[in-house]
């Protein structure tokens, strides 16, 4: 693992897929990133088993709403010098003065096309609305939920077959594609 690769935090809530893709892709020689780090909130998440079997340190903070666990996630990232954070998955959202410490360093996955089905359940409201693509988009956290500033996005044609679950996986499929992409965009920049 190269010195100058940029430290980077994984935060996860569930099941991971976009943390075991993001590990894979942090292991090629020309990643910038080395993911020092696996944050959860939720110590029953399926995807701390990526981070067990990749040897990558793991910590799960309850990030409840008094901002207590959040400072103490906030030492933790620091103490360890990450750099980057990705969120993948991650359901709680940060406060305020979190992302302010993080400016412009904390990245999210989100399975619509943005700023279109901000929230939950976008495969379904997009099948439901009757929409001919949908797909996946890479953003800056802001303060405001979904909304910062766009990275990457990537089309996915919803098949008048689609159920909210087929459109969820062939979405994430490309989620896998374009999570890296957005990742070697932004640390461009960094
Ligand atoms: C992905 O669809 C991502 O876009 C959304 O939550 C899901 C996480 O999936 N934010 P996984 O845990 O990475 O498999």
Redesign the pocket.
Known sequence: MGLKKIQTAVF??????????LIKFSRIKKSPINIKLVVSNNLK???LNYAKRSKIKYKVFKFQKNNISEKKALLYLNNNRIRLIC?????KILSKNFIKKFKGKII????SLLPKYKGLN?HERAIKNGEKFSG?TVHYVSSKLDSGKIIKKKRVKILKKDTPNSL?KR??RE?HILYPKAVKKVCANL
């Open positions: 996860i809530s569930g099941t991971g897929s976009n943390l075991k893709n998440s399926k995807g969120l993948a998955g991650f359901m999210n996955i989100h399975p976008t996946c969820k979405i994430l989620e």
